[in-house]
């Protein structure tokens, strides 16, 4: 048995025994920057997309796998709507940092994915070959500015198949899109609790790609085992510091030169990113999770290895039908453009129309298998959803299972679950009971782990984080609201939920309805919607 399981642990229980360090206060005026900061690089800036969603527009939000291949629009369009800067946000609502939001230095830049306490810690790397459309080389993507900077000139995508290994996607494309993490992005904040948020913000990161890439017919697939240490020494990174968590091959038109690019194993990022905070800290236990995950990267796990981890069809019950998922015509970078956090804003006066519960719980269970090189395609999820019924229409009270096959929601208990849900909340930017519905994703973490090893901890994570960025687009789509959390007390939810027996840990909540009406916001749209 890893570390993981001890970690896992740890973090279901931290609403009881704090992790250590359990004194730690931010120091929010040392915080880091957000994104990654190259001074002297040459950037290069990147198109839009122009209106390349009208094209797919007809495939829906969560539409089929495509066959299609990126070009340099199709790339700038990506980044921008999943991680570039869209707009500034200002509203009346419940969130603790309101009063020092008006001020530009605390401004609040919205941005299309998703990302826990809005630090987006992901750092973007482009790495491109010969077939590319800019010189060979290493590239940052700069989401301020929304370019690419470049660390490294030649072409070092023979490191990147040969770290990849035996990936079928990886011989077919010199393009790479590489994600990393500084961690000091995110402890600062989340001390060890850090490794639990950003292997979610990830996976949040990988669905808006793929919901962007099938939308308009494109080939997205990705991978989270790999020789992580050999990736990190050609970007530069420390692995005390740093990590790499994904890889995406990217199908680019024209497709590959006929002769890849040979290895190049002396090559390596050597420019270093400015980092704001004076004092940088580290955490021993976030240093541990990590060299535990590293541990076996390279070890792709066989076909049907997480065939005993998935989980498991609805149980018996009374069943209340939910009307069919309606089709989620509003075009996908609108969505991305219009998602955001509700932070309070819930209300509970007009019952929430179960067709859009329906809708946001169709795409939340879609989103269970990630599509990850160590997932069946096309098989089960790693994760079922458990529903607590405030004020959906027709619905009565009480806390439901979602039936992904019959969508339908099973009873496990009947009544009413709003002083539960807000008794076990730990911040106060959210009143549960107002809320239409409060969705919990829950997986069997443990057996993920014995399956693949301790490396399984950021896929089953990642497809947690997966499933709420697809719970926020289908919600905005549907014309709702939603809000996500891991302030909760994970203990009381197994017991309510009697998980325990199943191995199963409940790893967030996702909270759908609608809102006050008249709302007091002011938006800014950096680039049209």
């Given amino acids: 048995m890893g570390y993981a399981h001890e970690y896992a642990t740890a973090v279901m229980r931290r609403g009881r025994v704090p992790m250590e360090p359990a004194d730690f206060v931010p120091d929010w005026s040392d915080r880091p920057r957000q994104g990654r900061f190259f001074p002297g690089a040459p950037l290069f800036p990147l198109p839009d997309g122009g209106r390349a969603e009208d094209a797919g527009a007809g495939r829906g939000l969560f539409g089929p796998p495509g066959t299609g291949e990126f070009t340099l629009p199709l790339l700038g369009g990506m980044l921008r709507d999943s991680y570039g800067l869209t707009g500034r946000r200002l509203a009346v609502q419940a969130n603790t940092d309101l009063g020092s939001l008006p001020f530009h230095p605390h401004a609040n830049w919205s941005?299309?994915?998703?990302?826990?306490?809005?630090?987006?810690?992901?750092?973007?790397?482009?790495?491109?070959?010969?077939?590319?459309?800019?010189?060979?080389?290493?590239?940052?993507?700069?989401?301020?500015?929304?370019?690419?900077?470049?660390?490294?000139?030649?072409?070092?995508?023979?490191?990147?198949?040969?770290?990849?290994?035996?990936?079928?996607?990886?011989?077919?494309?010199?393009?790479?899109?590489?994600?990393?993490?500084?961690?000091?992005?995110?402890?600062?904040?989340?001390?060890?609790?850090?490794?639990?948020?950003?292997?979610?913000?990830?996976?949040?990161?990988?669905?808006?790609?793929?919901?962007?890439?099938?939308?308009?017919?494109?080939?997205?697939?990705?991978?989270?085992?790999?020789?992580?240490?050999?990736?990190?020494?050609?970007?530069?990174?420390?692995?005390?510091?740093?990590?790499?968590?994904?890889?995406?091959?990217?199908?680019?038109e024209g497709g590959p030169p006929s002769a890849p690019a040979p290895l190049s194993a002396g090559a390596r990022v050597r420019r270093v990113p400015d980092e704001k905070s004076r004092r940088v800290l580290a955490f021993p236990t976030l240093r541990r999770i990590h060299a535990a995950t590293l541990e076996g990267a390279a070890d792709r796990p066989a076909p049907g290895a997480l065939d005993g981890a998935l989980a498991a069809p609805a149980g018996s019950g009374d069943r209340?039908?939910?009307?069919?998922?309606?089709?989620?015509?509003?075009?996908?970078?609108?969505?991305?453009?219009?998602?955001?956090?509700?932070?309070?804003?819930?209300?509970?006066?007009?019952?929430?129309?179960?067709?859009?519960?329906?809708?946001?719980?169709?795409?939340?269970?879609?989103?269970?298998?990630?599509?990850?090189?160590?997932?069946?395609?096309?098989?089960?999820?790693l994760t079922r959803l458990c529903v607590f019924v405030n004020h959906v229409r027709g619905v009565p009270a009480g806390v439901y299972e979602y039936d992904r096959d019959t969508g339908e929601l099973v009873l496990l208990k009947a009544g009413d679950f709003g002083g539960f849900?807000?008794?076990?909340?730990?911040?106060?930017?959210?009143?549960?009971?107002?809320?239409?519905?409060?969705?919990?994703?829950?997986?069997?973490?443990?057996?993920?782990?014995?399956?693949?090893?301790?490396?399984?901890?950021?896929?089953?994570?990642?497809?947690?984080?997966?499933?709420?960025?697809?719970?926020?687009?289908?919600?905005?789509?549907?014309?709702?609201?939603?809000?996500?959390?891991?302030?909760?007390?994970?203990?009381?939810?197994?017991?309510?939920?009697?998980?325990?027996?199943?191995?199963?840990?409940?790893?967030?909540?996702?909270?759908?309805?609608?809102?006050?009406?008249?709302?007091a916001d002011y938006r800014y749209d950096i680039v049209a919607p």
């Fill in 111 to 252: 941005r299309g994915t998703a990302s826990g306490g809005g630090l987006y810690p992901v750092g973007i790397h482009w790495i491109t070959g010969a077939s590319g459309p800019l010189s060979p080389g290493v590239y940052s993507y700069d989401a301020a500015r929304h370019g690419v900077a470049r660390l490294l000139a030649g072409d070092v995508t023979g490191e990147v198949r040969a770290a990849l290994g035996d990936l079928a996607d990886a011989d077919a494309t010199d393009q790479f899109l590489v994600l990393g993490v500084t961690f000091w992005q995110n402890s600062f904040k989340y001390n060890s609790f850090c490794y639990h948020a950003v292997t979610m913000d990830v996976g949040a990161l990988l669905q808006t790609w793929r919901m962007w890439a099938r939308a308009r017919g494109l080939h997205f697939g990705s991978a989270l085992w790999f020789d992580e240490p050999r990736l990190g020494r050609l970007l530069g990174l420390d692995p005390d510091r740093d990590g790499v968590f994904a890889v995406v091959p990217l199908r680019w």
């Fill in 320 to 381: 209340v039908p939910l009307p069919a998922a309606p089709p989620l015509g509003m075009p996908l970078r609108r969505a991305l453009r219009e998602r955001r956090s509700s932070f309070g804003r819930f209300s509970a006066v007009t019952p929430l129309d179960p067709a859009r519960l329906s809708a946001v719980l169709a795409a939340s269970v879609a989103a269970g298998n990630l599509g990850t090189d160590a997932e069946t395609a096309g098989g089960g999820p």
């Fill in 421 to 519: 849900l807000q008794h076990n909340y730990f911040l106060a930017n959210y009143n549960l009971e107002q809320a239409a519905a409060v969705v919990v994703p829950i997986a069997r973490t443990r057996a993920v782990l014995d399956a693949v090893g301790d490396r399984g901890y950021r896929l089953v994570n990642a497809v947690v984080g997966a499933t709420a960025q697809a719970a926020y687009t289908a919600a905005r789509a549907a014309g709702t609201a939603c809000g996500v959390a891991l302030g909760f007390d994970s203990v009381s939810y197994e017991e309510e939920l009697g998980l325990a027996e199943r191995g199963e840990f409940p790893l967030l909540i996702m909270m759908i309805g609608d809102e006050r009406t008249r709302p």
